[in-house]
């Protein structure tokens, strides 16, 4: 294995990393907490999982895309506060890193947003609707074509980790 290589620095080895967190924790009847994980990880399955990406790596078509999470086409609705505009809106697309959706005013990537997701429209008996919120940066801003609405921008929108737990936890949410 290199010696400059940093597991801690490569998302798809903190993913496995806190895949055996949950397994050991779950052998043990404790928590044992993520740097344990990491350094018993890394002991353990390390040089073996950095040999096999290096050798997956070599193998790949430069030019095929991949996608390390499923998106999926569903339409949520969105209310985003950014500085002091209010947006209302819906998802364009979903995956386990975070959502995109197209608004209509021009905003600045790394803006800080305040976002809440509606996972179910509220039902007959009054029960309120599933809502997330979350605050995170604007990660990508695109400028679409002028369509008769106006000005239309696509963004993307991370999840912070506790989302992206959540959405583990309860994957039914993108699936119905």
């Avoid at 500085?83 to 890193?97: M, S």
């Avoid at 605050?135 to 000005?151: H, K, M």
């Amino acid at each position: 294995m290199e010696s400059n290589y940093s597991f801690l620095n490569d998302t798809l080895a903190i993913h496995e990393i806190r895949k055996h967190k949950w397994i050991e924790s779950e052998k043990q009847g404790r928590e044992i907490g993520f740097a344990t994980a990491a350094v018993d990880w890394i002991k353990k399955y390390g040089q073996k999982w950095h040999l096999s990406r290096a050798e997956h790596q070599q193998g790949a078509d430069p030019f095929s895309e991949k996608r390390q999470f499923r998106r999926f086409q569903r339409k949520f609705p969105l209310q985003i506060k950014i500085k002091n505009k209010h947006i209302e809106c819906q998802t364009d697309n979903i995956n386990l890193l975070g959502l995109a959706c197209t608004i209509p005013a021009s905003i600045n990537p790394d803006d800080t947003a305040d976002v809440t997701i509606l996972f179910q429209k509220p039902d007959a008996q009054r029960k309120p609707a599933n809502r997330i919120r979350f605050q995170t940066r604007i990660a990508r801003v695109s400028n679409l074509s002028v369509a008769r609405q106006g000005r239309q921008f696509n963004i993307f929108l991370p999840f912070p980790e506790e989302i992206k737990d959540f959405i583990r936890g309860h994957s039914e949410i993108l699936n119905n």
